[in-house]
């Protein structure tokens, strides 16, 4: 056993240990509060100590939902692996300020990742087992800054960037586009002609791509997986796939497909061929996950992917279920070349991209929450939201968690739905609650209300118009133990600020941006009384319902219909536009 020191800026300290056939070297610091301590490895080996952090009220996670909770230490393990999850975590206080955020370096393929209360001594019990790494070494960050819990997790990705470089794979502008998704409109029942009809739709309403999702490649549509693993296009629905594609690409669309590698089911032609390279049964007796270590696998996986491009003209692929892959108990591997199924998927996926890249540089690669490893940055250009149908607030909080982990990674909206019997202002929260991610919609367009239409026409430029900050912006979401009841989003010339379950807003010099993503009227602002304001209010089609120039004193009280959009501009002279 070694052990190794842990300072805070404010004198606290505490003795960790490292148990395994290891060595521990602490790095002269660069930036008071940020500890780094480079690990040299000969097999797993366990980091260990424990943290005062009284005033934490969450542990925020790379994870998708809504747990929000402190766990205890015997609950809060997390395996981590290269496909699902990310090795970081973070204590927060009621104020938003970051208490500690720990992480290891983007080399860790894999480890059990544990930060959780100790009831014995009312402190933070942080423990990481580390059992797979790139070339044996790893680095832990602790970071002990009193500074906002969103720019202690962009040191995380800052850091995690700096050590990919250019392994890390371009994001297309295209990737950053609104896109049509068929799965909600759809399911399995999808065809030729319901994605030329909805690419047409879409295209009207300035969407970029389509996303065909499941069932272009079986007849069955039973919503199950057992004819997956072969990914050839079914014959009645798909006659002519090349041809579709192309009417398709007339349209001005890109076009994505959905293709699920670990999975290859019973009735697919290649089970009797792969049937015994399979990591075990994921879906009854009926489907398996494909072992990636073994060779001919990762050869059937990478025709498989392929194909769509070279031969159909595909622009790109939705590669769903990844995280089949983290399978707690593989197998033996006999004749298999991986020495973990983690490299025998960074092996599959590195060669895909770079295959694809050759056919098409700006191919599109669709990675779903929670696939939200540092090291999967390599192989996709945008990540969705995990599915929530239905649920704006689960989408903001999903989203918003995406975009606090994603570095420059493009962060799409799980697909957008409503009833036809919504109302107005519930079709504008579904698009408030993606409001600071690129929206997939999967509605039929064509068959929406006038009303819904205007609504949606309505977000949709929203979200297109405003893109450079609502996506390039420094994001500092609120309240993170609350699922977020407030997100701001600050540009170079224009804030935008979200709200949801705290209607308190606190304006800056630059123009902004106020939308009304809660269940009240009334927004209070905050920072207006130094000067006369210019206000513009729209409702949530984007009707314009107010206009005014004033001086408000002290705390301002501002009327916003439920959905709608107050725009706030100091005035100096001239009036809003």
Not at 469 to 495: I, N
Not at 507 to 523: C, E, F, K
């Amino acid at each position: 056993m070694t052990t190794f020191e842990i300072r805070s800026p404010d004198g606290r300290t505490r003795t960790g240990t490292l148990t395994g056939t290891a060595t521990i070297a602490e790095r002269k610091a660069t930036e008071p509060g940020v500890l780094r301590y480079d690990v040299a490895a000969d097999g797993p080996v366990t980091l260990r100590w424990m943290w005062p952090a009284e005033t934490a009220v969450t542990l925020w996670r790379a994870e998708q939902g809504s747990r929000r909770e402190l766990p205890t230490d015997w609950g809060s393990h997390r395996d981590v692996r290269s496909v699902r999850s990310a090795p970081v975590a973070a204590l927060i206080d009621a104020q938003d300020r970051n208490l500690s955020t720990i992480s290891l370096s983007a080399s860790v393929r894999g480890c059990d990742f544990a930060v959780g209360v100790n009831e014995e001594s009312a402190e933070q019990l942080i423990e990481l087992t580390v059992h797979d790494t790139e070339a044996q070494r790893f680095t832990l960050r602790i970071d002990l800054r009193d500074l906002h819990f969103a720019e202690a997790l962009r040191g995380v990705t800052a850091e995690w960037t700096a050590k990919l470089g250019d392994r890390i794979a371009p994001v297309p502008d295209v990737a950053r586009q609104a896109m049509y998704s068929t799965w909600y409109s759809d399911h399995q029942h999808v065809s030729a002609e319901s994605v030329e009809r909805h690419a047409r739709a879409g295209a009207s309403y300035g969407c970029e791509a389509v996303i065909v999702d499941d069932g272009w490649q079986t007849d069955d549509t039973a919503r199950g997986y057992a004819y997956c693993g072969d990914w050839e296009p079914t014959g009645r629905a798909f006659p002519d796939m090349a041809a579709h594609v192309r009417r398709v690409h007339d349209l001005g669309l890109r076009y994505v497909l959905w293709v699920a590698p670990p999975l290859i089911g019973v009735n697919s032609k290649a089970w009797e061929r792969l049937k015994d390279r399979t990591l075990g049964f994921a879906d009854g007796e009926v489907t398996a996950v494909l072992d990636p270590r073994y060779p001919e696998v990762r050869e059937h996986l990478l025709e498989s992917c392929i194909r769509p491009v070279r031969d159909w003209g595909v622009d790109g692929l939705k590669l769903d279920f990844i995280d089949s892959w983290a399978w707690s108990s593989p197998p033996p591997a006999p004749g298999g070349d991986c020495t973990s199924v983690d490299e025998g998927v960074e092996l599959l996926l590195t060669a895909v991209t770079t295959e694809l890249r050759k056919l098409r540089p700006d191919v599109l690669i669709e990675f779903r929450q929670d696939y939200v490893n540092p090291r999967l940055w390599q192989f996709g250009t945008f990540l969705r939201a995990g599915d929530c149908a239905l649920d704006p607030v689960e989408n903001r909080v999903r989203t918003v968690d995406s975009r606090l982990l994603a570095g420059d990674r493009a962060v799409h909206s799980d697909m957008l739905l409503w009833p036809p019997t919504a109302t107005a202002e519930t079709v504008a929260q579904q698009f408030i609650g993606a409001m600071f991610s690129t929206p997939q919609v999967s509605m039929e367009l064509d068959a929406l209300s006038a009303e819904h239409e205007r609504v949606v026409r309505h977000w949709l430029g929203f979200l297109r118009d405003h893109t450079d900050v609502l996506l390039g912006g420094v994001l500092t979401p609120s309240r993170p133990d609350a699922r977020y009841t407030q997100v701001r989003a600050v540009g170079d010339r224009t804030t935008v600020v979200a709200v949801f379950s705290n209607p308190v807003v606190q304006l800056d010099d630059s123009p902004t941006i106020v939308v009304n993503g809660g269940a009240d009227r009334r927004i209070y602002v905050e920072g207006a009384s130094t000067g006369p304001v210019d206000l513009v209010v729209s409702d949530c089609s984007g009707h314009e319902v107010h206009r005014s120039t004033s001086a408000p004193q002290g705390v301002w009280t501002i009327d916003v219909p439920i959905g709608g959009v107050a725009r706030i501009e100091r005035n100096r002279g001239g009036s809003i536009g």
